[in-house]
Structure formats: C-alpha cells, structure tokens
C-alpha cells in the first residue's frame, strides 16, 4: 500500500476571472493560492480540491455577487474556508458580510485571512447561527453546502432582519430540495422562491442558488389578540 500524492501547485486563473474579480484580481489569486497552501493543511479544502479551486470553490463562489443589491449586509453561514464570504468580500468590496463559523480554529484561520487580504468589508464571528440571534442579522444570508435546505432554513430565517432572503448555494438538486421541503418552508414564512443559476459566461457548469424570501410571523402578545 503507498501513499497517495497529490499536486499542491495553486491553479492558474481560467480566462473568465477578471470578469468577475476586475481590478482585485490580485486578491483573488492570493485567496486561491492560500487554499492551496494552508486551506489544505487546516483541513479546510481537501487536497483533491487543489486543482479546480477556481471553478469549483472561488469563482464558483464569487458569480453569486450578482444576488446581492449595492451596498447590502449579508450573513455567511458556515463559512468554512471563506467559501462563499471571502470570494465575495474581494469580488464585492461594498459589500457588509459577516461569515459565521462554530470552529475556533477555523476562526481564527479565517481572520488571519481576512487580515492579510486586507478585506475591511467581512468580519468573522465565532459561534452557531443560532447562538448570534438577536446578536446579529441581516437582510441577506448566503450558506453554501451546509445541509438541506429545510434544515438551513430554520438556521438562516431567524438571522434575517425582518423580511429577507436566504441565497442558498445549491447543485442540481436545487429543484428537488425546494419541492421536497416546501412545506417545512412555509411553516417559517417563505413567501417567494426562485432557482437563479449564475456565471454563465464564465464557468461551463453555472452555481445554481435557491432565493427564497421569509416573512417573518408577527408573535402576539400575551393577553393580547390581533385585530
């Protein structure tokens, strides 16, 4: 039995990047090479990842800049390796993202990160997303590959301030998810939804999110009945 090996080497740019990235391509290609080297060694891409991080992690990302209006706050939940918060933190420097994570390390990996890219626009906050309600909110929460889409709803609903949408980074399974789950999504005031596929000038297979939008339900106080 041998050990398997793998090429370490950061990826070139595709030809579609500085579309996206413009001016901060630079960042862009110093984020890449930092997954390829410490993402890698905190566990935080596998080391099969390493030659399709731009298409399959960062620009894959950073095509769903396009959800966002000028100038928005939003919450990423599960951050992770900055996929998706820091691709569009460089992608989008009006932007106001905050990225979620439980880990310490990952924490801690992730405002290093932040730090050297020079990102003023994303702040890093440690804890589940149910332990920042009422700590933090916006009208945006973006997740990607966190878990179905039910389950990410009940996380990301209360993190929306009033009526907000969640983008949730989806495959092809986009469709199937929504239907399955409608139900469960109703009860936590979905109100509209949609399938939006992005970056389909740059990337051969485009990032499909799920836009669903929440009103939250009124709570009547006690003692008190609505009219």
């Known amino acids: 039995m041998t050990d398997e090996t793998f090429d370490m080497t950061p990826p070139a740019a595709p030809s579609g990047a500085a ?15 930092i997954l390829a080297d410490t993402g890698v060694t905190h566990g935080l891409i ?3 990842e390493v030659p399709r991080l731009w298409e399959r992690h960062v620009l894959n990302c950073a095509v769903i800049e396009d959800a966002f209006p000028v100038g928005a706050k939003l919450v990423d939940v599960g951050s992770g390796a900055g996929l998706p918060g820091i691709a569009l933190g460089i992608a989008r420097p009006d932007l106001d ?3 979620v994570e439980p880990m310490q390390r990952r924490t801690d990996w992730l405002s290093s990160k932040v730090s050297e ?7 890093v906050h440690r804890g589940r997303a149910e332990e920042l309600v009422g700590v933090l909110s916006a009208p945006w929460v973006t997740a990607r590959a966190v878990a179905r889409i039910a389950k990410l709803a009940r996380w990301c609903v209360p993190l929306l301030d009033g009526r907000g949408t969640v983008v949730a980074m989806k495959g092809r399974s986009a469709q199937e998810e929504l239907d399955a ?3 469960e999504l109703n009860k936590l005031g979905l109100v509209a939804d949609a ?6 000038a740059v990337l051969d297979e485009p990032t499909l999110t799920l836009d669903l939008t929440f009103q939250p339900k009124t ?4 003692g008190k009945k609505k009219r």
Do not use: Y
């Not at 399938?195 to 389909?200: C, N, P, Y």
């Open 117 to 123: 890219l020079g990102l003023d626009n994303v702040t």
């Open 19 to 33: 579309a996206v990235f413009a001016d901060r391509m630079p960042s862009a290609t110093r984020f890449v090479e």
């Open 219 to 222: 709570r009547v106080a006690k």
């Open 97 to 99: 993202i905050h990225l």
């Open 181 to 183: 789950d409608r139900r």
């Open 195 to 200: 399938i939006t596929a992005h970056g389909s």
């Open 46 to 48: 596998g080391p099969r």
